[in-house]
C-alpha cells in the first residue's frame, strides 16, 4: 500500500497484519499514505474519489447544466471559460511566479515540483519558520516513542524494532521463521 517498509511496518503495528489490518485502516490515512501514482501528487484511492466526485459534482450543479449560457455568465465569463484549460492557466493568471517552475519544466500542476532534498536545504537555510521545524522535531519524537513501545500482535517483543515478525529485513525468528508483514509465514 505504501511503498515503503517502514511506514507499512507502522501501519500494521496499529492496525494489525494483513488481511484484516489494512481492513481496519480508516480510509483518510490509508489515502495519505497511499503510494502517489507515478506523475501525481495523489494516490490512486485520492484519484478514483476525485473523479467520483467531480462527475457527480458536474452532473448535479445547474450552473454546469441548464443555466450554463450568457444570461447567467455572459459572454465574457463564457470566453474567458473557454481559454483556461488547466489548474497551470489558474495559477499562471493569478500567480505567474508560482507557475513559472511548472512550466519550465513543462510539467503537471498537480504533480510536486521538488522532492525531500529541497525541504532539507529549506529547513537549513531557515526557509521554513524554526517553530514549524521544532513542531516538526516533537511530532517525529513523540511519534519514535509511541512506536518503540509497541507491543508486537505475533510474539512477546515489546518493541517492533526487536521483533522480526515485521518481516522487513532478512532475519529470522527464534521459532525458525518469520512473517512477511502480510501475515504470511516465509
Known amino acids: 500500500m505504501t511503498g515503503d517498509k517502514e ?36 494516490s ?15 452532473a448535479s450543479d445547474p450552473y454546469l447544466n441548464e443555466l450554463y449560457d450568457e444570461e447567467h455568465y455572459t459572454s465574457f465569463g463564457l470566453g474567458h471559460i473557454e481559454e483556461n484549460n488547466s489548474l497551470l492557466d489558474l ?6 511566479q508560482v507557475a513559472a517552475p511548472f512550466e519550465e519544466k513543462k510539467q503537471s500542476a498537480f504533480k510536486p515540483l521538488y522532492g525531500p ?14 517553530d514549524i ?3 516538526w522535531a516533537e511530532t517525529k519524537r513523540a511519534n519514535d ?3 518503540a513501545g509497541m507491543n508486537c500482535q505475533q510474539c512477546t517483543s515489546t518493541t517492533l524494532n526487536g ?19 502480510y501475515g504470511s509465514i516465509v
Open 44 to 58: 490512486e484511492t485520492s484519484f478514483i474519489v476525485f473523479l467520483l466526485m467531480a462527475s457527480r459534482r458536474l
Open 7 to 42: 511506514t507499512a511496518r507502522k501501519l500494521e503495528a496499529i492496525y494489525g497484519p494483513a488481511p484484516h489490518g489494512i481492513e481496519r485502516c480508516d480510509l483518510v490515512v490509508g489515502d495519505l499514505y497511499e503510494k502517489k501514482i507515478k506523475g501525481f501528487a495523489i
Open 91 to 96: 495559477i499562471k493568471r493569478h500567480y505567474p
Open 163 to 181: 521483533c522480526h515478525h515485521t518481516g522487513y529485513d532478512n532475519t529470522t525468528a527464534l521459532n525458525g521463521h518469520h512473517h512477511d508483514g
Open 145 to 147: 516513542s509511541f512506536f
Open 133 to 135: 521545524v521544532q513542531e
Open 117 to 130: 532534498d529541497k525541504w532539507k536545504d529549506a529547513i537549513e537555510n531557515k526557509v521554513v519558520d524554526e
